[in-house]
């Protein structure tokens, strides 16, 4: 089965706080993408990030960092020194040669940034 | 930004009349997608298509129907509405590797159904 479990229904925190967003994912498929996305107020929905399995090199985006660990299946997403505008809900994503054409979701995260 | 607009934007309509939602995409992309947003579940695959003419369903398909009869076109048939259809509605956009590229989303159609 291919999953997605974002834990963290609701983070909040104060500008200028790192903050990290979990995503832990489950498939039996050894070739998989990993996707990041970001839904903030207005309600579009905004492309961050793809990884696939095969790459497990960290990235780092100015403030945005993602760890992908395939030994305990996460692909956590870590913004450092957040700001007001980082306020969103925030989507981690499955696809695989298994499900094809399908991406699974996980609930989201929402992050709020206070002032 | 990624050539994608849906159509309406909001909708009420009344449980059973019938509702279309079209999708529509200037970039020429092979694979589209239809999703619905609540709370709760995240986004949640109804239908996708991967040419014209070829569709496929996804996780949540029952009640829904999809056509594709031009590249640039994917329409999202809701045959006799019901009060657990009113959610926000998503299309996407991939390339040609399909679910192994990103998805480029519009910008969504709330529809309510009362």
């Known amino acids: 089965a291919q999953k997605v479990t974002q834990a963290q229904t609701e983070i909040s925190v104060v500008e200028k706080e790192d903050v990290t967003l979990d995503c832990v994912y489950e498939t039996r498929d050894t070739t998989y993408y990993l996707f990041w996305y970001k839904q903030p107020p207005s309600g579009e929905l905004v492309f961050l990030i793809r990884?696939?399995?095969?790459?497990?090199q960290n990235e780092i985006s100015g403030r945005y960092s993602w760890n992908f660990q395939k030994s305990t299946s996460s692909f956590n997403f870590t913004i450092t020194a957040s700001q007001v505008v980082d306020s969103a809900v925030y989507f981690c994503?499955?696809?695989?040669?298994?499900?094809?054409?399908?991406?699974?979701f996980g609930t989201g995260t929402s992050l709020t940034v206070i002032p | 930004d990624a050539g994608i607009t849906q159509s309406p934007r909001h909708k009420v309509t009344e449980t059973g009349t019938p509702v279309t939602l079209r999708c529509h995409q200037t970039?020429?992309?092979?694979?589209m997608y239809w999703y619905r947003q609540d709370p709760g579940h995240g986004l949640r695959l109804i239908h996708y298509?991967?040419?014209?003419?070829?569709?496929d369903k996804g996780e949540v398909s029952d009640g829904y129907s999809v056509s594709r009869s031009k590249t640039e076109d994917f329409l999202l048939t809701l045959e006799s509405a019901t009060s657990s259809q009113t959610s926000v509605y998503f299309c996407?956009?991939?390339?040609?590797?399909?679910?192994?590229?990103?998805?480029?989303f519009g910008p969504g159609t709330r529809l309510t159904v009362t």
């Open positions: 996407a956009i991939s390339g040609p590797g399909g679910g192994f590229h990103e998805q480029y």
């Open positions: 298509s991967y040419g014209v003419k070829d569709t």
């Open positions: 990884r696939n399995s095969f790459d497990e």
């Open positions: 994503a499955l696809s695989s040669q298994f499900t094809g054409n399908q991406f699974y």
């Open positions: 970039e020429n992309h092979r694979y």
